[in-house]
């Protein structure tokens, strides 16, 4: 069997979800590390009990859920308790990330897309994949986009925007581009021919991933989720 990895991510809003969406149309595997940092705390889970028993309920919204912003000013403030919420989540984490890489590559895809919003933070993280792709839009386009998604003013979506890495650095580091910063149907055909070059290559890196996860494991990539899931 031949399968490898392919790092997804972008910029705010550069339009990485506009990608997603049409990779998961053409049936590419997509694992979301978004939504697995957000799994593995839901109510009732080992690391939700966890959590619980060392910050208390009072990092609990009505429904149940963990109060991202209460639980982040917790962690900033004190170092301590950041190692140990870390502690908690990223065994639960790398052990769901690395079930659904095991899935796809029993199933017998190609390849395997890991969206990760900051993957372009740490350079030991790209590591662990074949190719890199960075959905891209010019800044102008960026920030227009940021303004009318979350009526935001000039200056605050400014300071969200250099609050991440810049865009023109990312793109230096990406094996793939898709420029965003035009309309639907031109970002869709980049996926297309990216979809394609994807289906032809031929690349065996399962033991790539294994020695990596191994060598440099993906306590980084852990490390970031848990950032930006309390960001």
Not at 29 to 50: F, G, L
Not at 135 to 157: F, H, I, N, W
Not at 184 to 192: A, F, G, Y
Not at 193 to 198: E, G, I, P, S, V
């Amino acid at each position: 069997s031949t399968m490898f990895l392919v790092g997804l991510s972008g910029g705010i809003a550069s339009g990485k979800s506009t990608v997603v969406a049409v990779l998961r149309e053409l049936g590419c595997a997509v694992i979301d590390a978004d939504v697995i940092a957000r799994q593995v705390v839901q109510p009732h889970s080992k690391a939700h009990q966890q959590i619980l028993q060392h910050f208390g309920t009072e990092i609990l919204l009505e429904n149940g859920e963990i109060n991202r912003e209460a639980l982040g000013s917790i962690i900033f403030s004190q170092p301590e308790k950041r190692q140990l919420l870390n502690s908690i989540t990223h065994p639960e984490i790398l052990k769901e990330m690395l079930k659904q890489i095991l899935k796809y590559f029993v199933l017998g895809y190609r390849y395997v897309i890991l969206d990760i919003p900051l993957l372009f933070e740490t350079r030991g993280l790209t590591r662990l994949m074949k190719y890199t792709v960075l959905v891209y839009c010019d800044p102008p386009t960026q920030l227009a986009r940021l303004m009318k998604r979350s009526g935001l003013g000039v200056a605050e979506a400014e300071a969200r925007i250099s609050s991440q890495l810049p865009l023109e650095e990312k793109r230096r580091w990406a094996t793939h581009v898709i420029d965003n910063s035009g309309d639907w149907e031109s970002t869709r055909r980049q996926v297309l021919q990216l979809h394609t070059r994807l289906e032809d290559s031929l690349d065996f890196l399962w033991a790539r991933l294994a020695v990596g996860t191994a060598v440099a494991g993906l306590g980084g990539l852990v490390f970031l989720l848990i950032r930006h899931f309390i960001s």
